[in-house]
């Protein structure tokens, strides 16, 4: 059990909740790609493949290896960032944190910050304190990343197809939250 509360509007999605808001999630993922987020899609993106990304973590999420923590805008899931843990014996003190999306609708109001901020509650109360991470070069959480506390590590070249089908370099970036 889990013991970790976030400051409202951030919370956790319990696996069941993440089941019964595929369809919300799913949007709010091609939302962010049709805006050009680097977030692993290349457009254009159906919308049953980006239901299908979520339900591919549902195992993840169940068994424990991953969390999903989401921000509301009023009652609409705004935003959602994820940690998963490294599952290797000799890392049991770090997690990556992956997949932070702001729907473009709610951005430019502190929501993506707000996950952050709560992201290292949550990685702190599973005893993970050393977080990793990785942006497009470029892409505007670049910007952000160090104003959470992270330090940028360096950028590899050509790491992955962005959106568009170019390839994009990735920023990586650490925080130590001892």
Not at 108 to 136: E, F, H, N, P, Y
Not at 154 to 175: C, E, K, N, Q
């Amino acid at each position: 059990m889990i013991r970790f509360r976030p400051e409202p509007p951030v919370f956790l999605l319990s696996p069941e909740e993440v089941r019964s808001s595929l369809e919300t999630l799913a949007d709010l993922l091609k939302a962010c790609v049709e805006d050009g987020a680097g977030i692993g899609f290349i457009l254009p993106l159906q919308r049953e493949k980006a239901k299908a990304f979520w339900e591919g973590h549902l195992s993840t999420l169940d068994s424990g290896k991953s969390f999903l923590l989401a921000v509301r805008d009023g009652e609409e899931i705004a935003g959602v960032v994820m940690l998963a843990l490294a599952p290797q014996n000799n890392g049991q003190h770090r997690a990556e944190v992956a997949k932070l999306m702001v729907h473009p609708n709610h951005r430019r109001q502190g929501l993506a910050r707000k996950l952050m901020a709560a992201i290292d509650g949550l990685a702190l109360s599973l005893d993970r304190w050393l977080l990793v991470l990785d942006t497009v070069t470029g892409d505007r959480a670049e910007q952000l990343y160090p104003t959470c506390g992270y330090r940028k590590v360096g950028v590899i070249p050509d790491y992955a197809y962005g959106s568009h089908g170019d390839l994009d370099a990735t920023t990586v970036f650490y925080r130590d939250l001892r």
